[in-house]
């Protein structure tokens, strides 16, 4: 039996694990509708609410803004994200003793069905057009 290279596998995260790809970062957020956030600074919190995730990106030059319910963000201002399900769903944007922690209040399965495969193929559209940048860091490319 050969030997399976562990270098080449790709990983498998299922309700909980840490994701440090940007594109997976992207993938996970981009599933999240309305949230409660709370922003912790060295674990203290600065700023809690809800709020709706409407733009989830990757580039060099714009902020994460979270303003008047509404939570725009750029995974390149993380170092990495964690998933969790228990004791709730939860996700943590981590960066530095800065944690950004969204619990989602929408469930997708309990939403209009119709509206979901219009956001899927959205989404295919979306992933096959990041798919075709080479740079993972800076996946905002258009071609020149």
Do not use: W
């Not at 996970?28 to 709706?52: F, K, M, N, P, T």
């Not at 969204?102 to 119709?114: A, D, G």
């Amino acid at each position: 039996m050969k030997n399976t290279d562990t270098e080449n596998q790709i990983s498998c995260l299922v309700d909980y694990g840490i994701v440090y790809s940007k594109r997976d970062m992207i993938r996970i957020l981009r599933d999240l509708d309305r949230v409660e956030y709370v922003d912790l600074i060295d674990s203290l919190a600065v700023a809690q609410g809800e709020s709706y995730v409407v733009e989830v990106y990757a580039n060099v030059y714009d902020s994460t803004i979270v303003f008047n319910h509404r939570l725009h963000i750029n995974v390149n201002g993380f170092d990495f994200l964690k998933i969790r399900s228990n004791p709730d769903k939860t996700v943590e944007l981590i960066s530095g003793h800065r944690i950004i922690k969204l619990k989602p209040l929408t469930n997708i399965l309990k939403t209009n069905q119709s509206s979901i495969e219009e956001e899927i193929d959205e989404q295919r559209i979306a992933i096959a057009s990041q798919l075709a940048c080479d740079n993972e860091v800076d996946i905002d490319c258009t071609s020149e």
